[in-house]
């Protein structure tokens, strides 16, 4: 399952980024790195971008990054 296929409430770990450049870079820098937490806090209303906990932190994704980071739900 990808990040973006994730609603508000779930939690799940990291498994795998595919991102790749400049944007996978990024997305390590911010902490998205297998074995790491997230929890989703919600969607905006027009559907982009997606609020994340991660490690304390919150991030905003568009859903096409957020289809880059895979995850385990739990």
Request: include cysteine; glycine fraction near 10%.
């Amino acid at each position: 399952m990808t990040l973006s296929g994730m609603v508000p409430g779930d939690t799940g770990s990291v498994r795998d980024l595919s991102a790749t450049g400049a944007l996978g870079q990024r997305l390590m820098d911010l902490g998205f790195y297998p074995g790491a937490r997230v929890r989703v806090v919600r969607n905006a209303p027009l559907v982009d971008p997606v609020e994340i906990e991660l490690d304390g932190c919150h991030v905003s994704l568009r859903h096409e990054e957020a289809d880059l980071v895979e995850v385990h739900r739990q």
